[in-house]
């Protein structure tokens, strides 16, 4: 269920001395329903740690699950790897609910009447509360607690002042979202996603970030990290990121991704150091450790860039496929237009083919001849473009960031994309002398032909080359801007999947759902699951879910309705699927399969 449904698809393995982790427990407010990845109260955190411990890079895993309830987030984190300085669990009001999500149970009274010490399950929260102390005492783990509200009614401020009494009694650290909002002045209609959506904004989970960054490092979390040079933190975050790469098995992207944003991190402190006249010797450091993660990153999503380039001509309606076989159509036709010319019956042969119909069809407006050569519009460009594939395979990264997998396949990648090249090179060459050889024997048998029979000829020739060219150069374009961009360091850490439909037409009122599964095919991960909630009504609507960076795959879309047992059917208006301000493919619903129970899959997708 995690690697579904979590924001990651790892998790750490091992404790690193270079590295300071906290945990980030709870619910859907944790897992961060409705923001991007990097809008998260773990990422902002980890933000703002980076910027205020010296010497120590900082991670915040963020374990948040949608749906869980106490037990489901405390029993869960029990079962990893205990590799953390502190815990922060973020509740809501519905999670001490037993069995919500396990077994879809609905309770009729008021959420809290389930917090209350004397119901059977404020007993099981109390006992909850206990195991935690237990657990943060025998591993000396702080541990912090955020309820996640904005409403001020008496059932919020019941089981928050219930909460904040369990964490008072265990030493634990307690935060209540709605004094950070109040203390900012922020509006209500600025805490959530939309207005169907009461899931914490981007600005909401940020407010209450730096709230609890400045709430524990007035408790102490922090003092025994504050010590040491901040020069010695680059060296710091590339051994962890080494760390997590070859011990922990993070996807490359993942921990490069981070130690680029801790270095960020890190450099502005170092700045804010530098502006009171403090040299602390960091970006002589920085620089370096930063040239090699940055050239790392970049070669990991070029080599998966090129990956799923390779991967979309193996369907057959790719592009280079029906290219070739088109050319090797148009290389037929000349092939037998200049046979016939040179059999020395052209004239009577076009004159019989001409009565019996046959050349239907074939009415292009012809050109003077002779026809400009398809090796000046199509095969130089080929031929650069085969150059600059092959000049890809030339590239290093540091030492500490090998990856000799992904090295053997971008090579077997850029292998088949070159011989695909080869094979259009070879092509165009042919249709390119066949055409020359049709051009040259018209000319010869001109004297022989009236002006309507060579018109009738040089429009045939006319035609093969201007569908060859049509067949040939949108794919070189394409490819040539894949090749213009593959060497930009323009990249993003996931992938975002837009979905725009008219709700009215399938949905009753109310707040719904629609989730999104994305199957990957490159770079190479396990499925991820992500969903948006919407508010029903006739107006197209327009809801955006976020997965980790993805280049090939598959999506897939389903909805759900929160009234009646029967899952309603949509139309989507438009799909477009995108990474940061990166290629961006648009799906139209025809493009679409209907699968029973109202799921649409997509075909396979390419963001090259």
Not at 23 to 38: E, I, K, Q, R, T
Not at 123 to 150: E, G, N, Y
Not at 183 to 204: F, G
Not at 575 to 604: D, E, M, T, W
Request: with cysteine.
């Amino acid at each position: 269920m995690r690697v579904m449904y979590g924001r990651r698809d790892w998790l750490p393995a091992t404790k690193t001395d270079t590295l300071v982790r906290f945990a980030f427990l709870g619910d859907s407010n944790a897992y961060g329903a409705g923001v991007a990845p990097d809008q998260t109260l773990a990422a902002n955190v980890e933000r703002q740690l980076n910027e205020l411990l010296p010497a120590w890079p900082v991670e915040c895993v963020n374990f948040g699950i949608s749906g869980y309830n106490i037990w489901n987030s405390w029993t869960a984190f029990l079962q990893v790897p205990q590799v953390y300085a502190g815990i922060i669990l973020t509740l809501c009001d519905n999670d001490a609910d037993f069995f919500c999500r396990s077994y879809r149970c609905s309770f009729s009274q008021p959420y809290e009447t389930r917090w209350n010490p004397d119901h059977p399950f404020g007993k099981a929260v109390v006992r909850c509360f206990d195991q935690i102390a237990t657990f943060s005492h025998d591993l000396s783990i702080p541990v912090a607690v955020v309820f996640s509200s904005s409403f001020d009614s008496r059932g919020q401020k019941f089981i928050c002042d219930i909460i904040q009494g369990l964490c008072l009694e265990r030493n634990f650290c307690f935060l209540h979202t709605l004094s950070v909002y109040r203390e900012r002045n922020m509006q209500r209609e600025d805490l959530h996603v939309s207005s169907a959506d009461m899931h914490p904004s981007a600005a909401a989970h940020n407010a209450v970030g730096r709230h609890l960054v400045r709430e524990l490092r007035k408790s102490g979390w922090f003092d025994r990290f504050m010590a040491g040079s901040l020069s010695d933190a680059p060296g710091r975050i590339s051994d962890a990121a080494r760390i997590m790469i070859e011990n922990d098995h993070y996807p490359a992207d993942a921990a490069l991704c981070w130690a680029s944003n801790a270095l960020s991190g890190k450099s502005t402190l170092a700045n804010r150091t530098q502006a009171l006249g403090k040299d602390t010797g960091y970006f002589a450091a920085a620089d370096e450790v930063g040239a090699g993660i940055d050239a790392a990153l970049h070669r990991w999503h070029k080599a998966n860039r090129i990956r799923a380039l390779a991967a979309s001509t193996r369907i057959y309606w790719g592009d280079i496929a029906p290219s070739l076989f088109c050319g090797a159509e148009e290389r037929m036709k000349l092939e037998e237009i200049a046979y016939a010319i040179e059999c020395g019956s052209g004239k009577f042969i076009l004159s019989h083919s001409l009565k019996d119909g046959a050349m239907v069809g074939e009415s292009e407006p012809p050109q003077p001849l002779p026809l400009a050569g398809i090796e000046e519009i199509c095969l130089a460009k080929l031929q650069s473009l085969r150059s600059g594939f092959e000049n890809l395979a030339e590239f290093t990264s540091p030492s500490a960031f090998e990856f000799s997998l992904l090295d053997k396949t971008f090579q077997s990648d850029l292998n088949r994309i070159a011989f695909l090249l080869d094979r259009s090179i070879v092509e165009c060459k042919a249709i390119h002398q066949a055409l020359r050889r049709a051009e040259s024997a018209l000319l010869e048998l001109r004297p022989e032909l009236t002006d309507e029979e060579f018109a009738c000829y040089s429009s045939l020739l006319t035609g093969v080359f201007r569908r060859t060219t049509s067949y040939f150069l949108p794919y070189i374009t394409s490819w040539q801007n894949v090749l213009n961009d593959i060497g930009k360091r323009q990249y993003s850490s996931f992938t975002t999947v837009e979905i725009t439909f008219d709700s009215g037409k399938a949905f009753s009122s109310g707040c719904q759902l629609i989730s999104a599964v994305l199957e990957y095919e490159v770079p190479s991960r396990l499925q991820f699951f992500d969903a948006a909630t919407f508010h029903a009504n006739e107006k197209s609507i327009t809801v955006k879910t976020h997965f980790p960076t993805f280049y090939a795959g598959r999506v897939h879309l389903r909805p759900f309705s929160s009234v009646g047992t029967t899952q309603p059917e949509f139309l989507p208006i438009n799909i477009s699927i995108y990474n940061g301000h990166g290629p961006c493919v648009r799906l139209a619903p025809h493009q679409f399969l209907s699968l029973k129970g109202g799921s649409l899959v997509s075909p396979p997708i390419f963001l090259y």
